[in-house]
């Protein structure tokens, strides 16, 4: 019965209403505006700009949870490092 | 006993706040306290017609803090229970005829009188609620197994704690045990995941509410349905007796089962 509970609420609208309530609750509790966020994310591009090159049109950056904490989680991918810029300024 | 002004509040209307106000009351005055519900609504008053006692409303609190009548004119007695006032709110007024310096003189009057006031809070998080919350000492913050629901109350309780309220518990109200069991209801385990507040009752959803509304006789004055039982039980935490939570349902190994162990060990 519990095994089989569970394999029928994995995708219950109790499962969807809950993720949902906890990342609308981030948001609620950090009070970070979406352009804040957006202002965040272009001026973190510019630093990690300068040490690697960065696909930043697929950038993904959002507030989430973490064991009652907030995370600011950011999956940035990179297309190479920049090396010459650091041995530039080691010189 | 020192006595306890306990604001009612949710957040979000509709979520059984006067209910709620109207039960807590007549059951704290059936155990022997002397209670006043306060309607703290101004403009939207309803706890006198919950309460069965909407024709004998004469004067209310906005006439006492402006000086109109005197506070024993403006409170209306429950003849059905001893030692159960009504103070209703003010209907033809609008929340800023009165602010919450003027509320706290109120309270503070009322505390000469009464072990318990209890505050029915409007909806919202303006100046009624402001009002409604300065003269408390502590909170009940009433939700449903909602999401809009929930995020209001995790923003009430927010409000609560920066005006130093304490202790704040929570109450879920209209929970529906076959809608948990089919995985289309947050479970009372859920709520309190997410909610950063003491549980202190759970009322399962209940057609003799509406009933008892219908006349005007609040259910805590008849022990015979389950959410009447549970508005007794949670006037029975609120005084400090440790009451086990409701079998509703016989829970038959259903998540609603789990919910309640971990809500005990929640309340403790």
Known sequence: MGILKKLFSRNSSREKAKKRLQLVLVHDRADISPALLEELRIELIGVINKYMEIDSDNIEMDLDRDDGSVALVANIPVLSIKRNQKNKKEK | ?268
């Open chain 2, 1 to 268: 006993m020192e006595s306890r002004v306990i604001v009612v509040t949710s957040g979000k209307g509709g979520v059984g706040k006067t209910t709620t106000s109207a039960n807590l009351s007549v059951s704290l005055a059936r155990a022997g306290y002397k209670v006043v519900a306060v309607d703290a609504d101004i403009g939207l008053r309803n706890l006198d017609l919950v309460m069965g006692l909407e024709n004998r409303v004469v004067y209310n609190f906005v006439d006492v803090i402006e000086g109109s009548c005197r506070l024993n004119q403006a409170l209306v007695r429950d003849k059905r229970v001893e030692n159960l006032f009504l103070l209703p709110a003010a209907q033809t007024r609008t929340k800023d005829a009165v602010n919450p310096s003027q509320m706290v003189a109120l309270t503070e009057d009322l505390k000469k009188e009464f072990d318990f006031v209890i505050m029915d809070c409007p909806a919202g998080i303006e100046g009624g609620f402001q009002n409604a919350a300065a003269g408390a000492d502590e909170g009940l913050i009433v939700t449903t197994p909602e999401i809009s629901a929930v995020r209001d109350a995790d923003r009430i309780i927010g409000m609560l704690e920066s005006l130093q309220k304490s202790p704040n518990r929570l109450i879920i109200n209209r929970v529906r045990p076959k809608m948990i069991k089919g995985g289309d209801m947050l479970e009372v385990e859920d709520v309190l995941d997410v909610l950063a507040v003491k549980l202190i009752g759970v009322v399962p959803e209940d057609p003799s509410v509406i009933r008892s509304t219908n006349s005007g006789e609040p259910l805590a004055f008849a022990n015979d349905s389950p959410a009447s039982k549970a508005f007794e039980n949670i006037a029975s935490r609120l005084t400090g007796v440790d009451v086990p939570f409701l079998d509703l349902e016989n829970m038959n190994g259903s998540g609603f089962f789990t919910g309640f162990k971990k809500l005990f060990r929640f309340s403790r």
